[in-house]
Nanobody
Framework: QVRLVESGGGLVQTGGSLRLSCEAS????????MGWYRQAPGKQRELVAM???????NYADFVKGRFTISRDNAENTVSLQMNSLKPEDTAVYYC??????????????????WGQGTQVTVSS
């Protein structure tokens, strides 16, 4: 069974920084896309930053120049360095990954996985 576990959320003042990390574990054969979404109260979940399956990197316009996503393929981890945080960045941040997993080559399957979410709160 595949799990995504996030860490690193918390409370920070405006202009501060936080670093989120996500580790995928389980019978993983390959990880295609991997990245971060967020959901603020009363709003829809939205993309923050993502390594796509094609190897490209996508950032939401509202985080360009402030957030940096990085990935360690050997460790099955993805991180999000968040700088110059604003109150509007307050949300639950979710790790997301498109993963091929299974006990053997013949039983592999591909699915989309989500972490449990980590709260980021930016005070004004």
């Amino acid at each position: 069974q595949v799990r995504l576990v996030e860490s690193g959320g918390g409370l920070v003042q405006t202009g501060g920084s936080l670093r989120l990390s996500c580790e995928a574990s389980g019978r993983i054969w390959s990880i295609n896309a991997m990245g971060w979404y967020r959901q603020a109260p009363g709003k829809q979940r939205e993309l923050v930053a993502m390594f796509t399956g094609g190897g490209t990197l996508n950032y939401a316009d509202f985080v360009k120049g402030r957030f940096t996503i990085s990935r360690d393929n050997a460790e099955n981890t993805v991180s999000l360095q968040m700088n110059s945080l604003k109150p509007e960045d307050t949300a639950v941040y979710y790790c997301n990954a498109d993963i091929v997993s299974g006990r053997s080559i013949v039983s592999r399957s591909r699915a989309d996985y989500w972490g449990q979410g980590t709260q980021v709160t930016v005070s004004s």
